[in-house]
């Protein structure tokens, strides 16, 4: 006995199910246990395990559950049913995400089954654009840990800290720390919403089991004097360490997470500051398995979204010029992603590619004459050309066939900026992605009625299906979640050690290939989302054959065929029976 719980100790990489839930078919039985076999009380205290009403009458005998339920067995479809309808009398956003919330705290099975069943409605519930209300308002909405909440005062002692959380086998962390949540800014400690969202969607989306994924804040203090002065805050109530203490302290955090989990444990940094984004990513690829979702996530689902809209837009990816509104994490990465991949497809070196591609930051349109001034991730992008003070201008001196804008203001794209653009381009692109809605640069209303329907248009965030001159156009969602839970599945079932370009290249590719003729005729350029599982699972075999083909998978030997064996290790949500 004692030796089987070492074993269950030991971190593994790949998609390993230490616990026997998933290499069993949904008609046998496993043992529901922590360390001794849970039953009574405790059995329903259980979120892994807890099947509510659903328990069997046998169950109920060899668990010692009599009494302790009403007589009635429902089955997991009726209590889904009753749930939804229970959601969807709330109005306020917000109540349905603590119901969610409080659902996943007391039946973890139940609450994937919902999401995955009613992913379109319940993703803006669990995600963007409800979770930013989320954050604003985590203080108050605290009710237990999700996660694990790493703060300066542990400092020295991370190691420890991970230790102290319950499950051992962890394949995926998402770590922030706070400084820019969304388009919301600095949320410090109550960031967490975050991390807890994204890993939901790795398991709902993705297929990733629920024990091995770790939310993690990491608490260096806030800049938010609203939130240094609130009494219901509950993170460091000091000002941001910054500098040399910062990045030991992250430094501290990453040797920890690589001695306590080994070498295939995936990192997604989420929602960090630009500054601190680019150095973690760049100091840490080469020796961890790590991504960032803000960079990386996003510059792959719209490249995605570009590669789809050239049957709408026509010509090659090398034919058209893209203007950025937004030159932080996402603007750039989304930016050199593009030249990536055109410099893959033509040949053509990527410093030649870059010049495809202009960005509008605060200041104006970035040219070499600011090259001086420019911080460092900024620099491939200055251009020679005069300088250009407004987003107007720049649209009239680029002339750009796609408008993209990352810049977390909303109503930035004006209807003299739709215009001109609609008058320099038979069908122009216009992809709209700052989060949540209301930074939104513009809305799909304003950019159809603007461009009188021509114009091919996404959004970070969901807007509903608009009709123009009895044409109904389905905008499409640019949305992260299409690649996330996709790409670091793939990296965990193929047991790979980094993170290479490449593999976002082919997860764009693998996400672009799922929109059909049908998708295009309603002006879409995005797959719809009720599809997921079977998109995660064709982005994770389109990675996993990328790592195999680097050499950097080391789960031997490789799978046949990737897509059946992806499918197979996705985590399914449905009830167990119990012995």
């Not at 992913?119 to 694990?148: D, H, M």
């Not at 290479?500 to 996400?511: G, K, P, R």
Request: glycine share 8%; hydrophobic share 40%.
């Amino acid at each position: 006995m004692e030796s089987a719980l070492k074993d269950l100790s030991t971190p593994t990489g790949g998609v390993e199910d230490v616990y026997g839930e998933d290499c069993a078919t949904e008609d046998q039985c496993i043992t529901p246990w922590t360390i001794a076999v849970s039953s009574g009380y405790n059995l329903l205290r259980d979120p892994r395990y807890n099947k509510g009403l659903a328990f069997t009458e046998r169950e109920r005998d060899a668990h010692y559950l009599r009494g302790l339920l009403p007589p009635v067995i429902s089955s997991q479809e009726l209590q889904e049913k009753k749930l939804m309808q229970s959601i969807r009398q709330y109005d306020v956003p917000l109540h349905k995400y603590v119901a969610m919330m409080e659902l996943e705290e007391r039946n973890e099975r139940l609450f994937y089954k919902l999401l995955i069943d009613n992913v379109e409605e319940l993703l803006p519930v669990v995600y963007t654009p409800t979770v930013g209300e989320a954050c604003q308002k985590y203080g108050s909405i605290f009710k237990r840990p999700q996660g694990l909440y790493i703060s300066l005062n542990e400092k020295g002692r991370i190691l420890e800290v991970l230790k102290n959380w319950p499950e051992k086998s962890i394949q995926v962390i998402v770590v922030t720390d706070g400084e820019r949540i969304l388009g919301l800014g600095d949320l410090g400690c109550q960031g967490m919403g975050i991390p807890v969202g994204k890993l939901a969607l790795y398991t709902a989306l993705g297929g990733v089991r629920p024990s091995a994924c770790l939310p993690i804040t990491i608490d260096v203090g806030t800049n938010n004097e609203k939130l240094l002065n609130d009494e219901f805050y509950i993170g460091l109530r000091q000002r941001r360490a910054t500098g040399q203490e910062y990045y030991d302290f992250l430094h501290e955090f990453m040797s920890a997470v690589k001695q306590n989990y080994g070498e295939k444990i995936l990192v997604q940094f989420e929602d960090f500051a630009n500054h601190n984004a680019f150095e973690l990513l760049a100091k840490y690829r080469t020796s961890h398995l790590v991504f960032n979702d803000d960079i990386q996530g996003t510059a792959s689902v719209v490249l995605a979204g570009l590669i789809a809209s050239l049957k709408l837009l026509g010509g090659a990816l090398c034919d058209h010029t893209f203007l950025f509104l937004g030159a932080g994490e996402a603007g750039t990465g989304i930016a050199e992603l593009i030249a990536l991949e055109i410099s893959n497809k033509t040949k053509i070196p990527v410093e030649e590619t870059r010049k495809k591609i202009w960005l509008v930051d605060s200041k104006g349109l970035i040219v070499s004459g600011r090259k001086e001034t420019l911080q460092a991730f900024k620099k491939p992008w200055a251009h020679e050309h005069e300088p250009v003070n407004n987003l107007l201008d720049a649209v009239k001196a680029v002339k750009p066939t796609v408008l993209i804008g990352t810049s977390g203001t909303g109503r930035t794209f004006t209807k003299e900026v739709v215009e001109a653009m609609a008058c320099m381009n038979k069908r122009p692109l216009i992809m709209a992605l700052s989060n949540p809605t209301s930074q939104a640069e513009c809305t799909a209303e304003e950019a159809y009625t603007w461009s009188e329907g021509r114009v091919v248009f996404a959004s970070g965030s969901p807007f509903p299906s608009f009709e123009y001159n009895g044409k109904l156009n389905i905008p499409g969602q640019a949305n992260n979640c299409y690649i996330f839970p996709g790409f670091g599945f793939g990296l965990v079932m193929s047991g790979t050690i980094r993170v290479h370009d490449d593999m976002l290249l082919a997860a764009s590719e693998a996400l672009a290939a799922q929109v059909t003729e049908e998708h295009y005729a309603k002006g879409m350029i995005y797959p719809p989302f009720a599809d997921i599982r079977k998109i995660s699972a064709h982005i994770a075999a389109s990675v996993a054959a990328k790592a195999y083909e680097l050499g950097v998978a080391t789960r031997l030997p490789r799978p046949a065929d990737l897509v059946k064996y992806a499918e197979s290790c996705m985590y399914t949500p449905n009830y167990r029976c119990y012995r």
